[in-house]
């Protein structure tokens, strides 16, 4: 009797161990075979989708992108980035502002010249935009000022009336250049010769002797300053050197150039300070004690 009550108690236990590992089962690892053999059924029938929709998707993508005759020009500055525009894309830009063919410090040194001074190299290269180089980096002599400057058009050259009135900032299509007096007549500083020169050079660059491409850059560059002309000389209201009304600028828009917060910003933010937070291996200083100040020990 007793031998039959311990089989039976072997055997109860055998089904509630049997019946808790079912319930241990279903509660933990069933539901992945079931997602497994889903998934499985999912694939299939996508698979049957895409073979349907085949040809329905390539005709579309081909109608959408391969076949687009559609074109949008990027100029970056340096090199013109030309694209197939799709409809609804969000990075195209209003308009295209274009190389400064007039220019022939261009060739060698592109429309963003400034690279340099990493603090502002952003704001020098935007003045590029709508200031000729020789404008800045020209230093004139008192027999070579007029204080006469003109807009010319960037793909032209040719002087053309203000663009300002009615434009927004940044889309004139056209930059300021500086006149002086040679053999008594008003001429503009980027004179025809000049540009003649600078191209042949840059024609000629590679059969050119080290020694005849300084020569040739030291006769480009006799003109340029070493030490450019300064923010603060036209962002001032004393006496700026470019003569703002007469280039068409409004007086709102003049008050805003001369107003002496834009050289403020450059002069006084030149340091920045991360937050403490995004250093967290650096520990702060320990402020040090002066002798007098340390604890007298007992």
Known sequence: MKCFLTKLYILAFMGLVIFFSTLIWKLTFAHLIHEYHARKGDVSIQHTGEAEKKD????????????????????????????????????????????????YCRPCHGDMPHDKVKDIRAFLNMHAFFIACQTCHVKLGEDEKTNVYKWYDRKTGDIVASPVNGAPPGTYNAKIIPFIRENGQLVRIDSEDKIQFATD???????????????????????????????ESCHTKNNPTLPLAELGYPQTRVDSITSTEVVGMIKNYTEFHMPKMLSPGEKPATPQLQPELLPIQH
């Open 56 to 103: 329905q998707g390539k005709q579309t993508f081909d109608t959408m992108i391969l076949e687009s005759e559609d074109r949008v020009k990027h100029y970056l500055g340096y090199r013109v980035l030309e694209e197939q525009r799709i409809e609804g894309h969000f990075h195209h830009i209003g308009f295209d502002i274009g190389p400064d063919n007039r220019s």
């Open 201 to 231: 050079y840059k024609t000629n660059e590679k059969v050119l002797s080290e020694g005849q491409k300084s020569k040739a850059k030291k006769l480009i560059h006799k003109i340029i300053s070493k030490t450019p002309v300064t923010c």
